[in-house]
C-alpha cells in the first residue's frame, strides 16, 4: 500500500558523524576543572547529541539553567532529551533550544552529567 505523504528524495545524501566540545554552560556548578566531550550524528536534518560535562571534584546543575552551548548545529525550534549523572541515581529532562542544552530540574552535586538529544534543524 502507498502512504499520503509526498516523498522529496529517496538517497541518504546528507549523513555525517563527528564530535564537539560543549562549552560549559551558565548553569553549571562547577569544582575543580571543567572538562567535556561530545559526539554527532546527523542524518538529514535531524541531529542526535551526546555529551558528558563533569568537574574535577564536581558538577551539579540548576533548574532551568544551561548545562553546555554550542552543539554543532542550530535547533530548529525546541526538542527534549534526556541526562542523567556519572552514578546513575538521578535524570532530568533537557531541552535543547538555539545552540544551547538547558535542564528541566536541577541535578546535585556529582562526579559527572551525560546527556543525549536529538534535534531537527
Known amino acids: 500500500s502507498s ?58 546543575g540548576a533548574s532551568g539553567g544551561v548545562i553546555c552551548t554550542s552543539l554543532p548545529f542550530t535547533v530548529s525550534g525546541a526538542h527534549a532529551g534526556s541526562v542523567g549523572i556519572g552514578n546513575v541515581n538521578q535524570g532530568s529532562t533537557l531541552i535543547a533550544f538555539s545552540t544551547n542544552i538547558y535542564l528541566a530540574t536541577a541535578l546535585t552535586a556529582n562526579a559527572g552529567i551525560t546527556f543525549t538529544v536529538t534535534y531537527i534543524v
Do not use: C
Not at 509526498?6 to 563527528?18: A, Q, R
Open 3 to 60: 502512504g499520503s505523504g509526498t516523498m522529496t528524495s529517496e538517497l541518504l545524501s546528507d549523513y555525517e558523524e563527528g564530535t564537539w566540545i560543549p562549552n560549559q554552560g551558565s548553569g553549571l556548578t562547577v569544582v575543580g576543572a571543567f572538562t567535556s566531550s561530545g559526539t554527532y550524528t546527523k542524518v538529514g536534518r535531524q541531529v542526535t547529541v551526546t555529551g558528558n560535562v563533569a568537574g574535577a571534584t564536581s558538577i551539579a
